[in-house]
């Protein structure tokens, strides 16, 4: 698994990274990428990171929960489930849960 740098401290918070994708996408497709990050937490991933997927290409990975907490000052709940949604060209993130997407 290749280590890629983003700038996360410069990325904004937003509530419109998931409808974005949706309608781009569709929401079977995007609920299946959101499932893929999802499957690579459950495979590689521990207590200690997160899936992050990566909008603009549909790319996986995993981030340390400790760095992103350092880079934005977000809170984290210790929620499994959680997926972060980020996008590098509009410099963007976006937390996404379990209620915010479809089963």
């Not at 410069?10 to 509530?15: D, K």
């Not at 499932?35 to 290409?57: E, I, N």
């Not at 949604?85 to 963007?92: D, G, T």
């Amino acid at each position: 698994m290749q280590a890629h740098r983003f700038d996360l401290a410069g990325a904004t918070p937003v509530n419109h990274l998931w409808p974005q994708l949706v309608e781009s996408l569709g929401l079977e497709r995007s609920a299946r990428a959101v499932r893929q990050a999802l499957d690579l937490q459950a495979m590689r991933g521990h207590g200690q990171t997160l899936p992050l997927l990566l909008v603009d290409t549909c790319g996986v990975g995993l981030l340390e929960r400790r760095q992103l907490r350092e880079a934005t000052g977000l809170p984290l709940p210790e929620a499994d489930g959680l997926v972060l949604l980020y996008s590098p060209r509009q410099a963007a993130l976006q937390l996404l849960t379990q209620s915010d997407r479809p089963a």
